[in-house]
């Protein structure tokens, strides 16, 4: 299936914070009830061992997508005191407000540029359902720019570029409308946007079809991994599936000096 640079709602400069929460708030529950990333989660302390880091620089954060489930998994895991900062274009005020430092996690209110990564953010990168938005030349701009800083990079979504994909995230209106009572911040706004005013299932729909047409596919992702001809970085992508979430990933870390 070729790859299509078609837009999503959540790239529009000018589209308002509540209604992209409605898409990233979603994304945030998905994650925590389907735990996607999960049998992959020794990629992360894998990073972390090797690099001897313990701090991440999340971009595209949204709403804080996994990291706010998969930041206990990968304390307990690790038994390392980790500390996430999440960022965003478009950082989500409403998430950034709420979250407490004290746990780990903090949200840059300011709004940070994956493509622009301030230098003095250091620690390793991550991407969780990102970097579909990013069209090749950029996307490779992403990963080059981790190598240049000398910073590891991981890149997750749940997308893989297939028909059966395509089809099967038609049911994405179904499960929004199953799941929106429990999509937090619990609102009256979000259940009229969902129940009464569809614009819910409508923008999550076109943004979920779309990004299945935009992410990349293992191969791609290597090859973009090739091009930064990082000789010392170790690089690992693949493709898997769980809970029936399709997910690819892309892992890279400078290697240890032996
Ligand atoms: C699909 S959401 C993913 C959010 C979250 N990481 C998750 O897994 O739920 C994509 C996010 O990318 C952000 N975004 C889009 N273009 C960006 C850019 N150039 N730099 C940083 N963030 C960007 C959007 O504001 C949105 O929050």
């Not at 407490?100 to 994956?114: K, R, T, W």
């Not at 301030?118 to 970097?131: A, E, H, M, Q, V």
């Not at 819910?200 to 973009?224: F, G, H, K, Q």
């Not at 930064?228 to 997910?247: E, S």
């Amino acid at each position: 299936m070729k790859r299509m640079q078609i837009f999503e709602f959540t790239d529009l400069p000018w589209w308002p914070e509540v209604l992209r929460s409605l898409l990233t708030d979603f994304l945030e529950l998905l994650m925590k009830v389907t735990q996607p990333f999960s049998p992959k989660i020794s990629l992360l302390t894998e990073v972390m061992k090797e690099t001897k880091q313990t701090r991440f620089v999340d971009l595209c954060s949204g709403s804080g997508g996994p990291w706010l489930s998969l930041i206990k998994d990968l304390q307990k895991i690790s038994g390392e005191n980790i500390s996430i900062l999440l960022t965003d274009k478009y950082p989500n005020s409403e998430r950034a407000k709420k979250l407490n430092p004290i746990s780990g996690l903090n949200y840059f209110p300011y709004s940070v540029d994956a493509l622009a990564v301030p230098s003095d953010l250091k620690g390793i990168r991550t991407l969780f359902n990102g970097f579909h938005h990013f069209p090749p030349d950029y996307a490779f701009d992403i990963i080059n720019d981790a190598v240049k800083n000398d910073q590891p990079i991981v890149v997750f979504e749940i997308l893989q570029r297939t028909w059966f994909d395509f089809f099967y995230f038609m049911l994405t209106p179904i499960n929004l409308l199953l799941l929106t009572p429990w999509v937090q911040p619990r609102s009256i706004t979000r259940l009229i946007l969902t129940y009464l005013i569809p614009i819910a299932p409508i923008v999550v729909s076109w943004d979920s079809l779309v990004s299945i047409l935009r992410c990349y596919t293992p191969e791609e992702l290597m090859n973009m991994a090739h091009q930064t001809n990082a000789k010392h970085y170790i690089w690992k992508t693949g493709k898997y599936r769980h809970k029936g979430l399709p997910v690819t990933f892309l892992v890279g870390y400078p290697a240890k000096e032996k």
